[in-house]
């Protein structure tokens, strides 16, 4: 395992809850080598926590905007590198 990982947060605003949201992205991520968890926000938004290659991380992230646009309507990031902090992809 790798000292360092680079690391993704994202919330994301809009119609993101009820509606199927983090089962989604949950399928989308078992197609890419990345780790994490995504949830809900008593908000109302979505937190999407993620780690890998930065490559990869960027690519699942891109594809998770792609496939749910429809919902979303704000996406707030932040990146980081660090140690990695997860072992699987869940969904809370």
């Not at 993704?8 to 949950?26: E, M, N, P, T, Y």
Request: one cysteine or more.
């Amino acid at each position: 395992m790798p000292s360092e990982v680079f690391h993704r947060d994202v919330w994301f605003g809009g119609h993101v809850q009820g509606v199927g949201f983090r089962a989604s992205v949950l399928h989308v991520a078992r197609a890419f080598e990345v780790t994490g968890k995504v949830g809900n926000l008593v908000d109302g938004r979505v937190f999407l926590q993620v780690e890998g290659t930065e490559r990869e991380v960027q690519d699942f992230v891109a594809e998770v905007r792609r496939q749910l646009a429809f919902y979303i309507r704000d996406v707030e990031v932040r990146d980081f590198w660090g140690r990695p902090c997860f072992t699987d992809f869940t969904m809370r």
